[in-house]
């Protein structure tokens, strides 16, 4: 294998580049993800990492949610919250 003899300064905009294309792949991949989970019954169920309906059961729980920010994702709670 032939290499080529790099300047300091070819060195550094591949470093640059490569710390570019990490930054990017960090953020993008987690958007993509989801993870798979088996239920009671056996069957598959796919769970997204960051869920955009939420249903609060436990009046403390919608308090968490609420001061989380997550306000806009609650869908509906139960009787037992004021």
Do not use: Q
Not at 3 to 32: E, G, H, M, Q, Y
Not at 71 to 79: G, H, L, W
Request: a positive charge; proline letters at 6%.
């Amino acid at each position: 294998m032939i290499t080529l003899p790099l300047s300091r300064n070819a060195s550094r905009v591949d470093v640059k580049r490569i710390l570019v294309c990490f930054c990017l792949l960090t953020f993008v991949v987690p958007s993509w993800a989801s993870r798979i989970l088996k239920d009671e019954t056996g069957r598959s169920v796919t769970v997204p990492d960051h869920p955009h309906r939420i249903i609060c059961l436990v009046p403390s729980i919608t308090d968490s949610v609420f001061s989380l920010g997550a306000s806009d994702d609650v869908v509906a709670v139960s009787d037992y919250v004021k």
